[in-house]
Nanobody, 127 residues
Framework: QVRLMESGGGSVQAGGSLRLSCVAS????????MGWFRQAPGTEREVVAI????????YYADSVEGRAAISLDNAKNTLYLEMNDLKPDDTGMYYC????????????????????WGQGTQVTVSS
């Protein structure tokens, strides 16, 4: 059974940093497309960052470009998202997604194209 377990969320002041982790079981993170998405109350789930595990290509949403870094640790079978200079608009539930499409940096921008999701970790940024 494939499972994704996120951790690392929390409450921080604007300007702070967080490192989110997503540990995969029953799934190899070096395979296919993985990503981080977030959802604030009353809004749709949106892409934050994705990584093509085969090519190493990465994509960042404009809203986090320059403040976020997505990475994989194949030995730990873990996906990370490091975010700096956090802003109140970064508040939301952050989800790890796996089993994305072959066209990772294209079709991978849509949450509809992932097979497996974690339960999420809450990030709250106060001003």
């Amino acid at each position: 059974q494939v499972r994704l377990m996120e951790s690392g969320g929390g409450s921080v002041q604007a300007g702070g940093s967080l490192r989110l982790s997503c540990v995969a079981s029953g799934y190899t993170v070096s395979d296919r497309c993985m990503g981080w998405f977030r959802q604030a109350p009353g809004t749709e789930r949106e892409v934050v960052a994705i990584i093509d595990a085969e090519s190493g290509s990465k994509y960042y949403a404009d809203s986090v470009e320059g403040r976020a870094a997505i990475s994989l640790d194949n030995a730990k079978n873990t996906l990370y998202l490091e975010m700096n200079d956090l802003k109140p608009d970064d508040t939301g539930m952050y989800y790890c997604a796996a089993g994305g499409p072959r066209n990772c940096i294209g079709y991978g921008l849509s949450p509809d194209n992932y097979e497996v999701w974690g339960q999420g970790t809450q990030v709250t940024v106060s001003s």
